[in-house]
């Protein structure tokens, strides 16, 4: 795979694992339409690249809830519950995740496999679209909740039925953070830290062989790009949460599973 197209494809991974369009249908949609079949150490990369993204963007919040973790009441009491209190949801949610993506690994390939797998990728992007207009009408202004453990959990199993291209990770986590009350900075925020152990748990059990299949500079380069276009799209969505503009995505949606379902690709 020659170094423009990992170029290209890092660029598309970045954008879309945060902004709520779903990367894995994009990257779907993708092979199908150009022919081109990135090997597991290629996909994987790329996700590293975006995991890269977020340690950056939330460096601060990390090494405080890290901080939280440790022994000691901390410096600030009330900010180091609340972190502490946010790690415990995020392995909560964590947790929740895991069964429901094992569960569903194996249909999802089946279903890909199979001739009209392009329609049902134009359904998945329309459940996203639909999500996102929904979480527009059902979220008001007012007094902002605070995240429980029961929202921790729900967030966590709505991550776990995302494995599905086209169901948008980051629109599905964040649109359930809004709808339960939570303010749109901490909904970015706990959507995006628990991408954290997902997408690195699958880059340390690929890692062994992520440099045995390609050429170790191209991928650099698509991770490279992958790193600057998810800082690119973090910061766009966050502004975007906080403007109300969240259901935009669904009028880029919307058209491009109407394409799907039609064309068949």
């Not at 945060?18 to 022919?35: K, M, Q, T």
Request: aromatic share 8%; charged share 10%.
């Amino acid at each position: 795979m020659g170094p423009l197209l990992l170029f290209l494809l890092g660029l598309l991974q970045g954008l879309t694992e945060f902004l709520p369009v779903s990367s894995s249908g994009h990257l779907v949609l993708a092979e199908r339409l150009v022919d081109v079949h990135p090997s597991l150490a290629v996909n994987v990369g790329l996700h590293a690249g975006s995991l890269a993204a977020i340690l950056f963007y939330y460096r601060q919040d990390l090494a405080a809830t890290i901080r939280a973790l440790l022994p000691g009441p901390g410096a600030d009491a009330d900010r180091t519950a609340e972190h502490r209190m946010l790690a415990w949801h995020l392995i909560l949610a964590t947790l929740a995740t895991i069964p429901m993506a094992i569960l569903l690994r194996d249909p999802i390939e089946g279903l890909f496999a199979e001739p009209a797998a392009g329609r049902f990728l134009g359904l998945t992007f329309m459940m996203t679209a639909i999500l996102l207009v929904l979480t527009e009408l059902t979220t008001r202004d007012g007094p902002r909740m605070n995240l429980t453990w029961k929202g921790a959990l729900l967030i966590g199993l709505v991550q776990g039925i995302a494995v599905f291209p086209g169901i948008s990770r980051s629109g599905a986590t964040i649109a359930a953070a809004l709808i339960l009350g939570l303010s749109s900075e901490k909904a970015a925020r706990f959507s995006f830290l628990l991408a954290i152990p997902v997408i690195g748990g699958a880059s340390l059990m690929e890692l062994p062989g992520l440099f045995g299949q390609v050429n170790v500079w191209h991928l650099l380069l698509g991770m490279a790009a992958s790193i600057l276009a998810g800082l690119a799209a973090l910061t766009l969505l966050v502004r975007l949460i906080r403007a109300r503009r969240f259901v935009w995505f669904a009028a880029y949606l919307a058209p491009l599973a109407l394409f799907c379902l039609i064309f068949n690709p």
